[in-house]
C-alpha cells in the first residue's frame, strides 16, 4: 500500500463529498462511492478486481447512496451550540450518522470483490426490479402530488423495494443476492419501527428518521456477513463504518475552528470535504486488507459482460444526470441564466432532449464495443478502469462548476479546492498504478473494540474543544436539551 494509493483513493471521496454537499440526498452520494472504489481497483491492481472495476464501482456507488437519506444538518447545528450536553450530542449523533453511511459503503465495495461470479450476478436482477418499482412510485406520487408522511421516512420506498424482490424471488426463485436485499429491507423495519415508533426515540425532530431504519439495515448487513462466513466482508465494512464515522466528526470541528476565526467563506465545505478524505483513508485500508486476504476470484472473458455494459451506462449517464439535472431548477432558472420556456417546450425538456442525446451516443457506443473493440478504448482492464476514473471525475467536477458561476471569492474553499485535488487525483491515478501488482501482508488491523473505544475519544476531546471556542453559541446553533430547546425547527 503506497502513500501515492492512499492519497488517491482518499482524494477521490473528498472530491465526491465535496461535490455531494451540492447535490445531496442518495443520488449526490452515489458520486464518492463510485471514484473512490475505481481508485482502489485501480491501485491495487489485482487482474480479477480489473475485470470487475464496473461491479466494484457500480456496488460501492449504491452501498454509500443508503446514508444520503439521513438528515444530519440539525445534529450539526447542536454543535454550534454554548451547552455541553448540546455539542456532545450532536458529535456523537455525526459519528453515528458517519458509521451507519460507511458500513453499506464499504459492503459495497467488498461485495464484487469477493464473491463468485454466480453470487454476484444474481443481484442484477433483484435490483432491476426495485429500480422499476422506484421509477413507478416516483411517477405516481408526481401525479397524485401527494406522498405518505410517516416520520418523514422513505418508508413506502422500502416496502415497494422488498415486495419488487419478493416478486422477483417468487419468479425467479431463491437467488443469494435477493436474500441479502430481504435482509436489509428487513432489517430497516426492523431499525424503524423499534426506536420512532415504539420507544419513541427520535434524532432530529422534527426531521425525518431515516437514521433508525438505516441502523437496522447495517445491523442486518452485519449479521448477514456474519451468518454466512464472510468475514472479510464484514471486516471491510467496519473499516470504512468507522472511518466515516471519526470523519465526519473531525470535519465538523475543522469547520468551527474555521468559523472561529471570522473568516467569511464556505465553512461547510470543509466538513464535507475533510470527511470525505478520512473516509476514503478507510476505503484504502478496507481495500488492501480485502486484496490481502482473499484469493484471486476466477472470472471467465465475457461472464460479466452483459452486466458491466449496463454498469457502465449506469455510472455513466444515470448517476450524473441525476445530480447534474437539478443545477436546472436549483440554480439556473432561478438566477436566469436559461429561459424558463423556448420554442413551445419549458428548460428541463430541453435539459432532458440534450442528454438524452448524449446517452444514445454512449449506450449506442458501448453496444458498438460489445460486437468489435472500439480503437478509442485500451485494451487492458486497467487502461480501462483509468479512463472511466478520468471522464467520469471531470464530468462531476465540471458539472458541479457550472452550478456555481457566476463564480464568488468564497466558493474557491469548495470549487477551488475540488479543482485541484482533482488535478492531483487524476495525475496520481493515471500514472502511478502496476497492473499485477504485488500483494504484501499488512499488518494486523487492531480489534475493533479498540477502534470503538478510540472513536469515543477523538468524539469526547473534540466536543470538549469545541466549547472552548466561543463565548457563545456560534452562529446557526440550534438546542436539543433544555430551555433553549428548538425540536420544532427543522
Known sequence: MTWQAVL???????????VRGQWGHEAGAMIPGALSALAAVIFVGRADWLKRFLHCAFFAALGWSFGG???YMKVLAFTHSDSAPDVFYGYAMIFVIGFLWGVPGGAGLALPATLDTARLKSFFGPVLAISASWIVLGQLTEWLGWEPNWYDSDWLGVSLGLAAVLAYRLWKGPSFGASLILHMGLGWWGGFLLFPVLLGLRMTPPRGDNWAGSLGLCVALMWFFRRNGMHTVLQAALITGFSSGVGFVVGQWLKLCGVSTGIVT????????????????????AAYRLAAQNPPLATEVGELRGQSTAYAAFLLVVMTW???SKNLNSVWLKAGTVPAHFYGLDAYTWFSLAYLALAGVILLLLRAHLHHPLA?????????????????????VLGNLSRVLPFAPERLITEGMIHLN??????????????????TALPRCPRFAIWAVASVIVTGLLSWHTLSLYDGPAPGAQFRFGPRSNNQQR
Open 69 to 71: 437519506s439521513m438528515s
Open 266 to 285: 464556505n465553512w461547510h465545505s470543509v466538513t464535507e470535504q475533510s470527511y470525505g478524505f478520512i473516509a476514503g483513508l478507510g476505503v484504502a485500508l
Open 422 to 439: 482533482a488535478c492531483a487525483a487524476t495525475l496520481l491515478v493515471l500514472v502511478y498504478p502496476r497492473e499485477h501488482q504485488d500483494q
Open 376 to 396: 478509442i478504448l485500451p485494451a487492458s482492464n486497467l487502461g480501462r478502469s483509468q479512463l472511466l476514473f478520468a471522464v467520469l471525475l471531470w464530468w462531476i
Open 322 to 324: 441525476v445530480n447534474i
Open 8 to 18: 488517491a483513493v482518499a482524494l477521490a471521496h473528498s472530491i465526491g463529498w465535496g
